[in-house]
């Protein structure tokens, strides 16, 4: 099962260069726990991250990323804080709200003049730091970001994979690593190989705006799922 998650997170970030940690995050809390569920998100998205960005580092936007990231990493160690005293049952209410509240906001594309500039980049990265180290999705506020920047598809893809290297980077720092048997490891690397390479194939054949739409709709199902547990639990 933590093979096959996985496997689908990362089939659907090589498909529309978005969506691991929107996808996978739920499953994974679900399946391991809250914690080892972010931390595990983290370093994988961060590994798909830094393969996916070796094609395309040359059209980063430098201006753009460095008040994102410096933002992110002034709330990473917030994100983690937060996420440490919360009980179980709270905590999975708190990353089911977020991501449910992300992906509605992402499929509406808010248009805020806020987002915009050097100051929508730090709020961006700022929330996107937190949200990173404290429930596993950092990307929404990233992608907001770019809809009110005007960026194409094409722009908007390297910078976010050099967005998600750098804090995934500050994340795993923050949280550490998942303590997880070899076996898991090797289902774990095995799922985003076989991930990758089912995801290229699609691209070629799937709509993007069709393939972004399933990626929200999965992800919004997960964090219902996971906010109705919490619910369960707190009652």
């Known amino acids: 099962m933590l093979g096959g998650i996985v496997l689908v997170g990362s089939c659907v970030q090589w498909l529309t260069g978005m969506g691991f940690a929107l996808v996978a995050v739920p499953a994974l809390v679900l399946l391991l726990g809250p914690a080892e569920g972010v931390v595990l998100a983290n370093c994988a998205a961060g590994a798909i991250c830094v393969v996916g960005l070796a094609g395309g580092w040359r059209r980063v936007r430098p201006r753009a990323m460095v008040p994102l990231c410096l933002a992110a990493a002034l709330t990473v160690p917030v994100g983690s804080w937060v996420a440490r005293r919360l009980p179980p049952a709270e905590l999975l209410v708190f990353m089911g709200a977020l991501v449910t509240v992300a992906v509605v906001v992402v499929m509406r594309g808010a248009r805020l003049p806020a987002l915009r500039g050097t100051r929508g980049a730090v709020a961006a990265g700022a929330a996107g730091g937190f949200m990173n180290s404290a429930a596993g999705v950092g990307g929404p506020p990233v992608s907001l970001y ?90």
Do not use: C, D, Q
């Open 146 to 235: 770019a809809l009110n920047a005007g960026w194409t598809v094409r722009e908007f893809v390297p910078n976010a994979l050099f967005y998600g290297v750098v804090v995934n980077a500050f994340s795993v720092a923050s949280n550490g690593v998942p303590h997880l048997e070899a076996a898991r490891w090797g289902a774990v690397v095995t799922g985003m190989v076989v991930g990758a390479s089912a995801g290229r194939v699609l691209a070629e054949r799937v709509p993007e705006r069709r393939a972004r739409m399933l990626v929200l709709l999965l992800a919004l199902i997960g964090g219902l799922t996971t906010l109705g547990k919490g619910l369960w639990g707190l009652g």
